[in-house]
């Protein structure tokens, strides 16, 4: 039976191999596209076997879900430190939206089907997806000081908020990438914003 | 050469073969489920060979589409009807996005590959999809008295607002569908529309 300390070395040399395998796939994805990458491509980039490959990532896809959880965790320390500096919360919105929307401009070719894996028909890998890429939870946590000030209304969950917003974001992005790729993503984005904050009925 | 009245009944006898296989189709999916049917079984059932169902539907979603559209027709026209005969808009918007609620938790398993294929990654399916589904449009027909009103606002094109209505049904359904049937999907599609209608900041 291995040591606690052997343990740990091991530990240690799997989270560098799933890095080495991460970087070579992200590297490939970008210099050939994702759906020209083959698996057995992104192991012999790593210098692993094909079956190490899919102990460490199941299936293509889910290198994008490291991909995009790491985005987003970078963008929630952004947008808490903003916080912090006392930045109004709206405006927070605003740079997160904003942030989504440069990203997934520079990087359409990995967003792409990293966003259709949130809609996976295979309920396992489409929760995979929801649970890598908590951006519903981030916008929560930019609306909580809102709803504390009664700034947002009292009826609808924070969760719920969240979700709706997330949802605008994700389709905008989807059919922008299919449909409108000539039309500035950053309107688009804003707009969906905008109904979601201010709804479609006018305001007295 | 076929005279005018030949082709006629060319076109005719066209459109009742579509119909055969369309009713045989539906009757299949129900009976036995979407996923678990053949085309060579709606062939069969249908007395046209695999070949002639092909040029009829070139994959099978593509029946669902169908039926999506005779049921999107018949939602408008009880829309419009309720319109005419002086009722609210908004009212009538709330009827439309109910009775989607409905016809989703009555054909759960129809209506599921539906929806998905609003997002099937090849674009000319989507957009297949999209046309036959124009229920954005719906949306915004039933808004445009408000416009003219000025119960709306006017800074946004009414073709956006409906887009936005219709893509949070979309949503709702289908992650009700894949993760939450124990809940009530009517709530689900009631609150996304009070966001959109009302937004998420406090009204003065």
């Known amino acids: 039976m291995p040591s606690g300390e052997a343990?740990?070395?091991?530990?240690h040399q799997k989270r560098r191999r799933r890095e080495r395998?991460?970087?070579a796939a992200i590297e490939l994805f970008r210099r050939q596209g994702f759906q020209?990458?083959?698996?057995?491509e992104i192991a012999k980039a790593a210098h692993v076997s094909r079956g190490t490959f899919f102990n460490y990532y199941p299936?293509?896809?889910a290198v994008l879900l490291d991909y995009g959880h790491a985005l987003l965790s970078t963008l929630r320390e952004m947008a808490l430190r903003r916080l912090a500096q006392g930045e109004e919360p709206l405006e927070v919105l605003r740079f997160v939206f904003q942030m989504l929307s440069e990203g997934t401009k520079a990087e359409k070719d990995l967003v792409l089907p990293l966003l259709y894996e949130l809609l996976n028909p295979d309920p396992l890998r489409a929760k995979a997806a929801f649970e890598a890429l908590p951006l519903g939870d981030l916008v929560a946590e930019i609306l909580k000081p809102l709803r504390d000030r009664g700034v947002i209304r009292s009826d609808l969950s924070l969760e719920r908020m969240g979700r709706t917003l997330a949802d605008l974001y994700f389709l905008s992005a989807l059919?922008?990438?299919?449909?409108?790729?000539?039309r500035d993503l950053d309107q688009e984005i804003e707009r969906s914003l905008r109904i979601a904050l201010e709804g479609i009925l006018?305001?007295?």
Chains 1, 2 share one sequence.
């Open 202 to 204: 006018v305001r007295p």
């Open 21 to 23: 395998i991460f970087r």
């Open 59 to 61: 299936y293509k896809e």
């Open 36 to 40: 020209a990458t083959t698996a057995s």
């Open 175 to 182: 059919r922008w990438a299919a449909y409108t790729p000539h």
């Open 7 to 11: 343990m740990s070395v091991r530990e």
